[in-house]
């Protein structure tokens, strides 16, 4: 029986998306060959590339505004020193929103003076920070729209005079927001468009070469936009199957179809932990995500029972982060409203026995 996949990632992806992908390991389109034995710049493989790219664009509404789109390797961690290599000459904002703001904080540092223009370090980032001033003499600002490990998110964008740079990893393709407003955008693809092994970046064109270091050619977005994301050999699978969950995101009616099913997702779960009183919210409730809920149980008894109900439910990946503890439900774009449906089920018949 297939579980309900509330992992945080690498995370749950759609069953047709599955189902297709295993079929390419055998035989990619008829061709008489797997995906994972022919050439990448085979006609085929470029094929999947482009329309992959092409797709992340036409998703987030930039098509024909100035950006490109990229599947790099590394992971968002590596964007954490590319963005840095690749813009920061002086000095770089950074918004300490969690964890992985956190890192990339420590990455920058590498190559310039780092600001932090806000944090909420001292309530274990249960918030986001707000009415900090930024300074205006920044090479950019960096955000991070949804801080996985504590279930916050950014509903509110500051405007800046520097370029906008964003880490989407957990909520990209999830919610309608002018992607416009920013210069550069990054997500690992684990958590909201594939497997593990490819990392999307859309970057405005205009916002590289002002920097005066030497910048090696792996690491040089100049570099991956010339050689059309295909420098070297490219995550030839990762790639494939985030072209096929866009592909899948397109065909149900884009990010607006799916924020709403996100949006009662995050509803029907939301109100179960304010409604009971045996669950608590974790994060402040203007700033929770609609991707990752975090909340815990409020009498430790209850805990041994309630994560026997789960087992038995089929529910699988709700242990919260270590940092934060408690339990943590991702409720990603492939995860249905009935999965989310079993959970409040459990919760609520865990309200009556507490
Ligand atoms: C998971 C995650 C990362 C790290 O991604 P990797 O691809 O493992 O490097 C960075 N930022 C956010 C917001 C994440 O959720």
Redesign the pocket.
Same mark, same amino acid.
């Given at each position: 029986m297939k579980k309900h996949n509330f992992s945080a %990632?690498p995370c749950i992806l759609p069953q047709e998306v599955l189902l297709k992908a295993s079929e390419s390991v055998m035989d990619f389109n008829g061709l008489g060959l797997s995906l994972l034995e022919i050439s990448h710049r085979s006609k085929e493989f470029v094929e999947v590339m482009e329309t992959a790219r092409s797709l992340a664009l036409e998703l987030l509404d930039l098509q024909d505004k100035g950006y490109q789109a990229l599947f790099l390797q %590394? %992971? =968002?961690?590596?964007e954490f020193l590319m963005v840095a290599y690749n813009l920061l000459e002086n000095k770089a904002g950074y918004l300490n929103t969690g964890t992985?703001s956190d *890192?990339a904080i420590k990455e920058a540092k590498n190559f310039g003076e780092v600001v932090e223009v806000g944090s909420s370090k001292d309530e274990n980032f249960k918030y986001i920070p707000k009415g900090y001033t930024i300074p205006t003499d920044l090479d950019y600002l960096h955000l +991070?729209s /949804? /801080? +996985?490990?504590f279930g916050t998110q950014i509903n509110k964008f500051p405007s800046v005079n520097a370029p906008l740079i964003c880490?989407m990893?957990?909520d990209i393709f999830s919610r309608v927001i002018d992607f416009s407003q920013f210069d550069l955008i990054y997500a %690992?693809a684990? *958590?909201n468009m594939g497997p =593990?092994g490819t +990392?999307l970046v859309i970057v405005k064109e205009d916002i590289l070469g002002k920097v005066s270091r030497q910048i090696p050619s792996m690491l040089d977005y100049k570099v991956h936009i010339e050689k059309n994301s295909m420098f070297n050999t490219p995550a030839v699978f990762p790639v494939y199957v985030s072209m096929l969950t866009l592909q899948w995101l397109k065909d149900m009616g884009g990010i607006a179809a799916i924020e709403e099913i996100n949006n009662k997702k995050a509803r029907l779960l939301y109100s179960e932990i304010d409604l009971s009183p045996v669950f608590e919210g974790f994060a402040n409730k203007e700033d929770r995500s609609i991707m990752n809920a975090t909340f815990n149980i409020t009498d430790e008894k209850l805990k041994d029972t309630f994560e026997k109900m789960l087992k038995e439910g089929g529910i699988n990946g709700l242990n919260g982060h270590r940092s934060v503890g408690g339990y943590r439900a991702s409720m990603y774009n492939a995860l249905s409203l009935d999965s989310v449906g079993v959970l409040v089920d459990i919760m609520s018949e865990m309200e009556r026995k507490g």
């Open positions: %990632g %590394g %992971g =968002a961690s590596m992985w *890192k +991070t /949804n /801080n +996985t490990i880490d990893s957990s %690992g684990q *958590k =593990a +990392t």
